[in-house]
């Protein structure tokens, strides 16, 4: 069972990427205080494991009734994906808090980056999606489900952790540094959106 264990905790970590989804919230985070950045990081794990468990538990099924394909999910990911990238590249994120501040209260409100695109499709993305039902699909009985599911639990723990210590983390570099990173952040961003759109694209013509 440990075998499985391992197995599943490291395709799961390679694929959710929890170091590689830090640094990107931290940047999508930048404005908002320490508790508003964790309980946005808290949230969107728990989101993502809602996500996880329903297509863990009923994947197959669901995309059968719905006639849709993974691949359709890399590419519609991949353009989301692509449009946070360009924000985070050009700071239209940053222009867009600075005009709602001036229309809101002198209290205002932090985008909140839980759902989209932390949870979905960041976290709960394609990848994540396609190897958890792989995963259900190679588990034979109740007890090789629970340690699949063990191994998602905590891998997500882990992501909750990272993504709850990246924003101090980045806000010791200082905001000029913190710019620079996060423009470069939106480039890695863009190219992981691409990837997505490449593969849902060569999965669904056979390129």
Do not use: W
């Amino acid at each position: 069972m440990f075998d499985l264990f391992l197995s599943a905790f490291i395709t799961l970590f390679v694929v959710i990427d929890p170091p590689g989804c830090a640094p990107i919230y931290a940047g999508l985070t930048k404005g908002a205080t320490s508790a508003q950045a964790r309980i946005m990081a808290i949230r969107a794990c728990l989101i993502a494991a809602v996500i996880l468990l329903i297509f863990a538990l009923f994947g197959e099924e669901l995309l059968a009734a719905l006639h849709i394909e993974l691949d359709a999910f890399r590419i519609a990911g991949g353009l989301m994906l692509f449009f946070i990238a360009f924000e985070m590249v050009f700071e239209k994120r940053t222009q867009r808090r600075e005009e709602r501040a001036e229309k809101v209260s002198a209290d205002p409100q932090i985008e909140d980056v839980s759902v989209f695109p932390m949870a979905m499709p960041m976290l709960a993305g394609p990848g994540a999606i396609a190897a958890i039902m792989l995963l259900m699909n190679e588990a034979n009985g109740t007890e090789q489900t629970l340690v699949v599911l063990g191994a998602l639990a905590t891998v997500l723990l882990l992501t909750m952790l990272a993504l709850i210590a990246a924003a101090p983390l980045m806000r010791l570099f200082g905001e000029r540094v913190e710019a620079v990173i996060t423009r470069l952040l939106g480039v890695l961003l863009a190219a992981l959106a691409a990837q997505y759109i490449i593969d849902g694209l060569r999965g669904s013509f056979g390129i």
